[in-house]
């Protein structure tokens, strides 16, 4: 019988460890087993203590052209309509924007760990809550031809097939919102996104949103509240 060590080996090299405390990666395990494991993980009875909404990229440099993207346009916009979604179905979620422009420092990255943002997160984020990064993409050149045709992309932590974010994103497609899912399998600069690195393994759920620049206030607010519903069960 394995004991297994925290979820975040789901998204690394990591896997169980046997009772010798030596590494089993988790692709020689029985397919059984890592279903189980992740099922017991993934929940819906398991209560969600807290909610956790942050910006990291909030900030907008004013003397920045807006094609260099100081910025994440749509986030905060995407992040209070999640927020009051939340609330409108009785959640008190902590909503947290960053106040400093990643020019000068990066929230998302390891460089940022001991500013009053991270300790905010550490400190209101208990086990077993949700954890939502929220972040928008424009829609020219690189990001536009590999998520364009999406209004908004979920980034999961657990890998392409983590349970909680293909349930996800299927209320949302079922809802008629154009969405993708991307996992540092699909595509490794999510390993580089530090904030959902650091902070994901506390969470039952933990995800990131990147919203598509372009899409209407009236379809962010729309898939916001397809979202909402889903989180709050």
Not at 72 to 80: N, R, T, W
Not at 119 to 148: C, N
Not at 156 to 179: E, Q, S, V
């Amino acid at each position: 019988m394995f004991e297994f060590s925290d979820g975040a080996t789901l998204a690394g090299s990591a896997g169980g460890v046997n009772k010798k405390g030596c590494t089993v990666p988790l692709q020689v395990l029985p397919r059984f087993l890592y279903d189980i494991f992740k099922a017991i993980r993934y929940d819906s009875r398991v209560p969600m203590s807290t909610i956790v909404i942050t910006v990291p990229h909030a900030k907008c440099d004013p003397k920045s052209p807006r094609e260099d993207h100081s910025c994440d346009f749509a986030a905060p916009d995407g992040a209070q309509l999640l927020n009051a979604h939340l609330k409108k179905r009785g959640k008190l979620p902590t909503l947290l924007i960053g106040n400093i422009n990643r020019t000068y420092l990066d929230l998302n990255r390891p460089a940022a760990a001991n500013t009053a943002f991270h300790r905010t997160i550490a400190a209101k984020l208990a086990p077993g809550g949700v954890y939502v990064d929220m972040h928008s993409f424009p829609t020219e050149g690189y990001w536009d031809q590999v998520w364009g045709q999406n209004e908004l992309v979920l980034c999961a932590y657990f890998g392409i097939n983590d349970i909680a974010t293909a349930d996800i994103a299927a209320k949302l497609r079922r809802g008629g919102i154009k969405c993708r899912v991307e996992s540092p399998e699909t595509l490794p600069l999510v390993k580089d996104y530090y904030l959902i690195q650091k902070f994901g393994p506390l969470a039952r759920i933990p995800l990131m949103v990147e919203l598509n620049e372009s899409v209407t206030p009236e379809r962010r607010s729309y898939a916001m509240d397809v979202l909402a519903h889903y989180l709050c069960g």
